[in-house]
């Protein structure tokens, strides 16, 4: 599918994946892209799904609500309801609507909560999420059954793709709901700033991710809008393995923080294991290009940037 000519509907594009989706699209042309925030349109409103979708080409779906382990814990039922009502139904307005494409972008958080490492996409079915992610994790994954469904039923051309843990330049780091490596450089600068002897981190440290850098994970939705037109399910991932552990020492001495790091093992960890096989992903041309060293000096050095501007 060529892109340049299309109308694109990305939802949640005011989002931290969002805004660079949008960018690398309007790199390669793309010029006629709707971009609704929520308060244009509530996706859990059906009206307002059947408005957004009408006149476009392709939707790809991003808008969630999401957070990490505490956000998660605090907000189980809106996480579960919120993304599956929005999904559900913007699915069907666009299948009404005649959509030719919809990109259901979903979440690593489906995974069982033991899946064999690296998880494989036919995996996904295959036990109960981790407890923490769950309700989040089986909205998500709701849309892929809906994909499914409707490509048997009606013939409709809708990907589902499984991206794992992104980060980079311009997340959001309020404490109560931003993720491990934004919150991470937070807690290191603070205390930093503050000559603090110690930051304290939840778990043990032992949980290991695949950490995607946005940039990448941006080109990897475009490269599967444009090229993948399957009924099964794609990792999006760099398919390495990393320790929260190993995180963490590597954001210290980015930053240059002598302080030590004490474990609150009365915290969850979170899934044990996270690591993707990313083969499906490569047979249409799509394979992460950026270490984790390189992602986060980039995210530091675009931080500082953006507070000194």
Not at 97 to 123: I, L, M, R
Not at 179 to 189: D, F, N, T
């Amino acid at each position: 599918m060529t892109l340049t000519n299309k109308k694109i509907l990305v939802t949640g594009a005011g989002g931290f994946l969002g805004k660079h989706l949008v960018a690398a699209l309007r790199d390669r042309g793309v010029s006629q892209i709707h971009t609704p925030d929520s308060t244009d349109a509530d996706l859990r409103i059906w009206e307002c799904c059947k408005k957004v979708v009408t006149g476009s080409d392709v939707v790809i779906h991003l808008a969630a609500k999401v957070g990490g382990i505490g956000f998660n814990r605090k907000y189980p039922g809106e996480l579960l309801y919120d993304n599956a009502i929005m999904g559900l139904q913007l699915m069907e307005a666009a299948r009404q609507a005649g959509v030719k494409k919809f990109v259901a972008v979903g979440t690593v958080c489906a995974y069982p909560k033991f899946a064999p490492t690296p998880f494989k996409e036919d995996d996904i079915w295959n036990g109960y999420p981790e407890e923490t992610n769950a309700p989040y994790g089986i909205a998500k994954k709701l849309l892929l059954a809906q994909a499914q469904a409707y490509r048997n039923q009606y013939g409709f051309n809708a990907i589902y793709l499984l991206p794992t843990n992104i980060y980079g330049p311009g997340d959001h780091t309020d404490p109560e709901d931003s993720h491990v490596i934004p919150a991470l450089i937070e807690k290191v600068k603070q205390a930093k700033r503050l000559n603090a002897p110690y930051i304290e981190c939840w778990g043990t440290g032992s949980a290991t991710r695949d950490f995607l850098f946005v940039k990448d994970a941006a080109e990897g939705i475009i490269k599967a809008t444009e090229e993948y037109d399957g009924s099964d399910p794609v990792n999006l991932g760099s398919g390495r393995e990393t320790s929260i552990k190993e995180l963490t020492q590597t954001i210290r001495t980015l930053l240059d923080y002598k302080g030590e790091v004490r474990w609150d093992a009365t915290k969850p960890d979170g899934q044990p294991r996270r690591v993707l096989d990313t083969s499906r992903a490569e047979t249409f041309g799509f394979k992460a290009t950026t270490t984790l060293e390189q992602g986060l000096r980039q995210t530091l050095f675009e931080r500082t940037l953006h507070a000194e501007g």
